[in-house]
């Protein structure tokens, strides 16, 4: 759910040639099997409803005092009904570190979703280019989660988005003093694989429906040009981007709203909460009930500094402004989430972070950053 690198303006420079119609391999709603999962379930521990405006708070890279940290933190979530979405490492699955927070954590009440990442070697982020490996890394937490550690199922996070070393070469591109449009348009397209990206979403779709049959929810976040690109009916920023969607029975989507990176890319165009509650209702149009959104920043992130922090929110009270428009778009509390963790033990009073939200907020005012951006995203798709 979650940007971890600095995403610069240049992100939204989706170039790319347009590709047509979507795979024609909807998935049947998976059935759950009757007794294999009774037990587990029975054994679930009572997490309790959000009631900050809030389901889940990511943590990424996480070790060392992180988890001293985040340990701290767990009876303040605790108290709220806020989950945690743990970064897992797929080169690392059996973390002792790791293990003992989730046990910790749930003899608390606060429910822990393992968030799988890939090494940077195969992209990081999962999407069409290592569905595979992903996929069996998957299984392979899985497998541990319930069979060697005895933990029910809960909700398992994938983290749709444009592969790393990809999405480095873009912002190498896109940084130069005068970029190369015919060029970065032609990089773009170089990831369209249509094939490759067909086969990813079978892989995907047998992922996820396996994982729910077992009992598990599966929860994709993914980035708001996702959304952008169902607005000229065709897959263009998907299949560029090797960010595959449809045909993939999931529990939830979210896209990330991150408020504080794209203030910083408008060209000094405002931006406020307007831009969560207008690409939450576009979410909603595209995904119904199981939209979702992530909000953000309340830390840098795994490269954080000085820069990085420029975009963060200036204040706790810019996280409840942007948890209130999520509201008034439609969005419940359990549909939202925030990253990161780490900002409540940077930025004391930590409960400042997981304030009330108003009852029933109003909608806020019309912004000239939003716009700007659904027309960087939406008409550049639509012209190349």
Not at 232 to 261: E, H, L
Not at 301 to 309: E, H, K
């Amino acid at each position: 759910m979650l940007t971890r690198h600095a995403r610069p303006a240049a992100i939204l420079l989706l170039l790319f040639a347009a590709a047509c119609g979507d795979p024609d391999d909807l998935q049947n709603e998976p059935v759950e099997a009757a007794g294999e999962t009774a037990g587990i379930e029975a054994s679930a521990v009572s997490f309790a409803a959000p009631n900050a405006g809030i389901a889940a708070f990511a943590v990424e890279d996480f070790n060392g005092t992180e988890i001293a940290h985040a340990r701290s933190l767990l009876p303040l979530l605790a108290s709220k009904g806020i989950a945690v979405g743990l970064h897992w490492k797929a080169s690392d699955l059996d973390n002792q570190e790791r293990w003992d927070f989730v046990m910790q954590a749930r003899s608390l009440g606060v429910e822990v979703r393992p968030w799988l990442l890939l090494d940077e070697a195969d992209g990081y982020w999962p999407g069409s280019t290592n569905a595979s490996i992903f996929a069996s890394k998957a299984r392979q937490l899985i497998s541990l989660w319930t069979n060697t550690y005895g933990l029910p199922p809960t909700t398992f996070v994938v983290d749709m988005e444009m592969r790393v070393d990809r999405f480095r070469r873009l912002n190498e591109m896109l940084a130069e003093p005068v970029p190369n449009v015919i060029a970065i348009a032609a990089f773009m397209a170089s990831g369209i694989n249509r094939w490759q990206y067909f086969w990813a979403t079978q892989t995907y779709a047998a992922l996820v429906n396996e994982l729910r049959w077992k009992g598990w929810k599966v929860h994709c976040t993914t980035l708001p040009q996702i959304a952008d690109d169902y607005s000229d009916g065709d897959d263009g920023i998907r299949q560029a981007m090797g960010i595959p969607i449809d045909g993939i029975n999931w529990n939830s989507i979210s896209i990330q709203t991150y408020r504080s990176i794209f203030a910083q890319q408008t060209g000094g165009l405002p931006l406020t909460p307007f831009f969560v509650y207008d690409y939450g209702k576009m979410a909603k149009r595209n995904w119904g009930s199981k939209a979702g959104l992530d909000i953000g920043l309340t830390w840098a992130g795994i490269d954080g500094g000085s820069a990085a922090l420029a975009s963060t929110y200036a204040s706790a009270d810019e996280l409840k402004r942007d948890v209130e428009a999520a509201l008034a778009a439609g969005f419940r509390a359990d549909q939202i989430f925030v990253y990161n963790l780490e900002g409540l033990y940077q930025r004391p009073p930590a409960a400042e972070w997981v304030q009330t939200p108003r009852a029933n907020p109003p909608a806020p005012p019309l912004d000239l950053g939003t716009p700007f951006l659904h027309t960087l995203s939406i008409g550049l798709d639509f012209l190349l």
